[in-house]
């Protein structure tokens, strides 16, 4: 574990160089204008504050490497530790998909079941509506439009025809919790935690509508050049789609376990290719929640709300799981987490 961590550290150096910055309340970006400064001097890594976790998928599992950077408060200056909880955005999106392949293997559902068949009224007004199914909300190939800010479904209607294209969409995974809702007549909380949470053991994760009064959360931060702001945490009630948080070790024991919870045929549906959900490189496509490279050698998923950002993945030939946190969003550099990733990769997933 320390050579792997100590490797890790090298190849972080670009991104945890110490900078300094001023933690704000509020941030005009039109005019680059900042108000009520709240500290002045706070020195954090440049490019990544978080926790970072590779482990050995296998029997048991094995933790390699565990590292933090920075802190989980800078205002307070309380460090992060290796069980700081945090949001885990659109990776909700692992269990949502989890739970329907439990209501179908339990013949509550089925994949290719249409969605007006267990919520008529959810879909937007459309000739669309009726052709929708469970699989392409799964994909996100219904066609509904994109819907990164988590807006009214039906203010936003189709794209195009369902089953044609990939277009990644909040709204095809706020539709599947009331599926899930409707069919196993528990609300989404209740039914991921007595299906899923429970059995997996995962005590650090829950629901994040607030994340007010959750022991061990992080602060959020999005930076503009030397500026921190923290984030206003009690806007986003977002369920199914990305409302849940959880720490780097519970996300990890999930990677481990969940397959216990179906059955082979089950997983083999889950990451079936499909050539309508292929991204416009051709490089990836998306599963049943999870982006799977076209050659099939890992999964990933990045989640990205606020100030934090979550990218879990894993190497599926490798069985190496290499997830991380971050408690800063860089607005300036968007692509980063998708970098980081890659950097990663390539400098020491690759060679374990």
Known sequence: MLIISKQLDMIMRPFTHPMTSIVEKKYRLNNRTTTEFTKKGVSHPQKF?????????GSGGKILSLNQYGMRNYKASIPLSTNTKFRIASNTKLFTALAIMILQQEKKLHVNDRVNLYTPHLLPKSLYSSQVTIHQLLTNTS??????SYKSIHSLGFSAKPGTRYIYSNSNYMILGKIIEKVAGYSFESYIKMRILQPLQ???TGFSNTMQGI?????????????LVPIDESRFHLQAAGGMYSTVTDLFKFNLNWTKLVSPDTIYMMFQKNKTS???SKRYYYGYGRVIAN?????RHIGEMGGCYCVNSVFLKRRISLIYF???RPMLAKQFPLTLFY???????DYL
């Open 215 to 227: 022991s061990r959360k992080t602060e959020e931060y999005v930076q503009f050049s030397n500026i």
């Open 343 to 349: 950097h990663i990769k390539k400098h020491l997933i």
């Open 49 to 57: 504050s978080g926790v970072i976790l590779i482990g050995k998928l």
């Open 202 to 204: 995962l005590h650090e």
């Open 278 to 280: 292929l991204n416009s």
């Open 295 to 299: 050659n099939q050698t890992y999964w």
């Open 326 to 328: 971050s408690n800063i």
């Open 143 to 148: 066609g509904l439009t994109a819907n990164p």
